[in-house]
């Protein structure tokens, strides 16, 4: 068995770029930058490299999506990977990139300067038929136990300075309805 599943967040690189394949379904491809925290060998110090992965989305989610993102827009992204190559110019070339399944923005189109778009703030997704899951209800308050009185008359063991300790019978005093695997 084998699992082709990638998750992604980061910053598009380009706007996105809406085509038709052959057949006339929507095609949108765009690029996301994806930093990776690395080591410097020789100052010893941490880096953030980029590492850019191309994106395609298939079908009428492409032409919606391609509406709500731009150059800029933070995103995370969910699918798969598809490794393509081809010849050109006598050349081997070959690419890997990211089929979309399931896109959230992570930035509102506000933040970018567009004139409309969701609010400051708000994060909005966009996914292949998945709803969100409703809130759970908050649980009931539970009222407390009322309090176990001590009994009325004086423990021998104690008057006697003897140490008590669990599973001892004085401690057992007032819980007699249950059982020794209880205790």
């Known amino acids: 068995m084998s699992i082709n599943?990638?998750?992604?967040?980061?910053?598009?690189?380009?706007?996105?770029?809406?085509?038709?394949?052959?057949?006339?379904?929507?095609?949108?491809?765009?690029?996301?930058?994806?930093?990776?925290?690395r080591r410097n060998q020789q100052t010893g110090e941490w880096e953030d490299v980029p590492n850019f992965v191309d994106c395609v989305m298939f079908g009428t989610r492409a032409e919606a999506v391609s509406r709500f993102i731009s150059k800029?827009?933070?995103?995370?992204?969910?699918?798969?990977?598809?490794y393509s190559s081809w010849e050109r110019e006598g050349q081997r070339r070959?690419?890997?990139?990211?089929?979309v399944d399931e896109i959230e923005f992570l930035s509102s189109r506000g933040s970018q300067g567009a004139s409309q778009g969701y609010p400051q703030g708000t994060s909005q997704g966009y996914?292949?038929?998945?709803?969100?899951p409703a809130a759970a209800p908050a649980p009931a308050p539970v009222q407390a136990p009322a309090p176990v009185s001590a009994p009325s008359r004086p423990c021998p063991d104690a008057a006697q300075g003897r140490r008590l300790r669990r599973?001892?019978?004085?401690?057992?005093?007032?819980?007699?309805?249950?059982?020794?695997?209880e205790r």
Do not use: C
């Open 94 to 99: 070959s690419k890997l990139e990211v089929i």
């Open 5 to 37: 599943r990638v998750t992604i967040t980061g910053n598009l690189t380009r706007d996105p770029e809406l085509r038709q394949t052959q057949g006339g379904s929507p095609l949108m491809t765009f690029g996301v930058a994806v930093n990776d925290r």
């Open 167 to 181: 599973g001892h019978p004085v401690l057992a005093v007032g819980r007699a309805s249950r059982s020794p695997e």
């Open 127 to 132: 996914s292949q038929g998945y709803a969100q």
């Open 72 to 82: 800029g827009s933070k995103v995370a992204i969910e699918g798969k990977l598809r």
